[in-house]
């Protein structure tokens, strides 16, 4: 099942179809984009809600809370990490896989946790707290020593906490101080390389220890063991995996990395991460996403996972029900963002690690309704090689969380030095990203002029396709003196169009710069993460500073693809 360009086009003149008649049916992804490794509670006290938590290695900030009343719609409520000083060393993670791993979110007498580990160049465990999931106010985190990722926590019955991790391995764990007990042994899993995600409960006087195994890719899959006692032996399952896609023609594949929880009925559901890519496991620019699916769990019994689909059905769901707190957006919400006077960045933006504030300021004073830009020697490449890496960006983006979309921003620039630039991006790491722009290059009489640029950066170890051919044209004079509208759209399934159109003539025209597969931003060295879209200014490793003003953002959802020749319904949403 190759996903061919002509395929997928045709597909779009089909009617729009999604959740089934009834309130016990949804469709997948529940919370779109790159949101892998998801933990998910139920809380009753005070709040009568669910919250989910999800990776984000080098984002900041990053450990978003989503929160939602129904199941259905998702909300940003927060990020457990959004402050430097609560992980330092995020600045130093240089690689797309390095920096905040798994998280395992939970909820205890009044508290909620947060544990996960910091990766690459060294391991460290942090525990998150706090009293208010809707407020960034997430406490400085609790330390703990640990050489594994991906752990868990647990209380039991005599009050006793007990982490475990990747490996599967567990120790005790005092959450006031930090320390922990030597580690032990718990259960090797079934055979598939890498066991991690583990995650404890106890039913029925038994505990089940749940983890993942096969690797994060094709062969992913859940498998579950269980013990009268927490220390073991445990036993495995015989109908093990009890969770999997591989091996199948699914459009929703690499499912695993679950937790399990209850709704507010004492039903049981799972989260789980899955990729959109089919059995070529090619084409995934999203990434890794948040899944839900009904879980069965008799007295006494194993428990029965509903396998995912792009169309789920079983228990009903809780009434419908988007009041819920926090300051983020839902996760299908479109921008219309115009940085009016006293507002600040919406908390769904990222960043590439830590950056300048100063370097971004919404509606300045000389030009309001804009977010100035204030460009980085540092640029989205690291090149030329003497600038690293970890140099601040200035750059700030959002998730791609459509299998369809549409996304501009009006860029006013006028760099009078060379390779001074801004513009949009389309950005997995920063060795794949493709680039629209303005930048200064030297016209026909020599001097630095502003020129539209359509670039794409990618490391062909990693793709051996065709990678589209760099564009540049000078700037046409009837477009100078006035914002240049930049786009990116997702118009099918296998392609992201590159456009540009001036503001200045109003007649919706828009010249087409480049065309790039979305194979390119699928797979290694980026397959931890997923698509994001957004802004940029860089001098290129130049000394001199530059300003770039940047209006009139949009993202709009176009259509969602969840297989079997369906499209979950989006609301049309026009822009002004």
Known sequence: MRLHTAIYTALLSLPLRGVLAGNSTFSNPLIPGWSSDPSCVYVRDGHDAYF???STFGAFPGIPIYGSRDLVNWKLVSHAFSRPSQVPWINIAEGQQDGIFAVTLRYHEGLFHAITTYTNPFTQGLIFTTEDPYSDSWSEPILFNTTKIDPDLFWDDDGQVYLTSMGVIQQTIDLATGAVS?????????GGVWPEGPHIYKKDGYYYLMIAEGGTEMDHSVTIARSKNIKGPYESYSGNPILTNRGTDE????????DLFQDASGQWWGSALATRCGPDYEIYPMGRETVFFPVTWEEGEWPILQPVRGRMEGWELPKHNKRIGGTGAFVNEPDVIDFHPGSSLPAHFVHWRFIKPEDF????RERPHTLRLTASRGNLTASPPEIPYTDPMTLVMRRQTASLFTFSADVSFDPDQLEHESGLTLFLTQMQHADLSIVGLPSKNGKIAPHIRFRVMVQREFYDGVIPETVVKPIPPSWRGRPIRFQIQAANLTHFTFSASSTKRHDGKAEIFGVASAEIFSGSPG???GTLVG??????GGNASANSYISRWRYKEDGQYIGDDAFVPYTPFIFE
């Open 361 to 364: 300021v919404v509606s300045p």
């Open 527 to 529: 397959h931890f993460t």
């Open 535 to 540: 802004v940029y200014a860089t001098t290129n």
């Open 182 to 190: 030597e580690p032990y042994d718990l259960w090797p899993g079934t």
């Open 251 to 258: 459009y929703f594949q690499t499912v695993g990395h679950a």
């Open 52 to 54: 989910c938590v999800a």
